[in-house]
C-alpha cells in the first residue's frame, strides 16, 4: 500500500474518479506489473499471467459486506441487542456475554466459541424470538399464544375457562391478554374455587370484565371478615364485672 500510495498516487493530478481509475490501471501494468520485485527478483505481471491468473475464482455476483460484530450482554427478557434488533438467547445465558457476528441475511450467537444461535438479519426496531428460547409460563405472552392461556384459565375450573374465552373474543386477541394474566392472578390470591364461583355469577350477568370479578372477589373478603367475631377467641376475663355495677341509677333495697 505504501508503495502504490507514494509512487502511484502521489504528485499526480487527476480530473475525476474515472481518470485516476484509468491512470491507476495503465501504472500497475507498465510500472508497477513490471518492475523486478526486491524478494521474488521476478516480474509481478509476468508471475500472474503465468501462474496465478488460472486460479481465480468467477467474480462475486453481489458486492462483498463488512461483517458486524459485537459482544451483548443476554438481559433478562432472554434477548440481545444488535444494531437496535433483538435476538432471542436460551435462558441458561441470562447474564453471560455473547459474541455475535451479523451479516446482512444471518445473525450467528456464540459462547465461549460455541453457536448456540442462529437468526435472521431484522431491520432496526424489530425482534426475533424462538419460542424454545423462553420458559414455558412465558411463551404465551411473546408468541401470543391465546389458545395456551385459554387452557391455563380452563384447567382452574369450566367457569374460568369460559370466562377467559369471552375476555379473548375479539378480532385482535392479545390486546386481552392482559385480562386473562390479571384472572390467572386472582386465582393464585383468592383460590380456585372463589374465583370459580365469581366468574360463573359474572357470566350469568353478562359481565365480561376482569375488573368486575375482582371486585367481586374483593367485596365477599370485606363481608367475610366483618361477620367473624374478633374476639370469639379470647379466654374470658377473670375480674371482669358485671354492666350493672355502672349504671347511674342503681336500685336500693328496701328493708
Not at 424489530?126 to 423462553?134: E, G, H, I, K
Request: glycine share 6%; with cysteine; aromatic share 8%.
Amino acid at each position: 500500500m505504501n508503495y502504490v500510495r507514494e509512487s502511484g498516487f502521489r504528485g499526480e493530478d487527476f480530473r475525476d474518479l474515472d481518470d485516476a481509475r484509468r491512470w491507476m490501471a495503465n501504472w500497475c501494468q507498465r510500472a508497477a506489473g513490471m518492475r523486478v520485485h526486491g524478494t521474488t527478483q521476478r516480474r509481478p505481471l509476468e508471475v500472474f499471467e503465468q501462474e496465478e491468473q488460472a486460479h481465480l475464482l468467477p467474480c462475486p455476483e453481489r458486492l462483498y459486506e463488512l461483517p458486524l460484530y459485537a459482544e451483548p450482554k443476554v438481559a433478562r427478557d432472554y434477548h440481545v441487542e444488535v444494531a437496535r434488533a433483538l435476538y432471542s438467547v436460551p435462558e441458561r445465558f441470562i447474564g453471560e456475554r455473547v459474541w455475535v457476528r451479523a451479516d446482512r441475511q444471518l445473525v450467528k450467537v456464540y459462547h465461549r466459541g460455541q453457536l448456540v444461535k442462529v437468526h435472521p438479519r431484522m431491520q432496526p426496531g424489530q425482534r426475533s424470538t424462538d419460542p424454545l428460547d423462553l420458559p414455558q409460563h412465558k411463551r404465551a405472552n411473546a408468541m401470543r399464544d391465546v389458545e395456551y392461556l385459554k387452557r391455563v384459565a380452563a384447567g382452574h375450573g369450566k367457569a374460568v375457562g369460559m370466562y377467559a374465552a369471552r375476555l379473548l373474543d375479539s378480532s385482535l386477541p392479545w390486546t386481552r391478554m392482559r385480562q386473562v394474566y390479571c384472572l390467572l392472578g386472582l386465582v393464585r390470591r383468592y383460590g380456585q374455587d372463589r374465583v370459580e364461583q365469581a366468574c360463573q355469577r359474572a357470566l350469568e350477568v353478562d359481565a365480561i370484565n376482569v375488573r368486575t370479578v375482582q371486585r367481586v372477589l374483593e367485596r365477599a373478603a370485606e363481608e367475610s371478615a366483618t361477620t367473624t367475631a374478633p374476639f370469639a377467641d379470647l379466654l374470658p376475663l377473670r375480674f371482669a364485672r358485671s354492666p350493672q355495677e355502672f349504671a347511674v341509677l342503681q336500685e336500693v333495697g328496701r328493708d
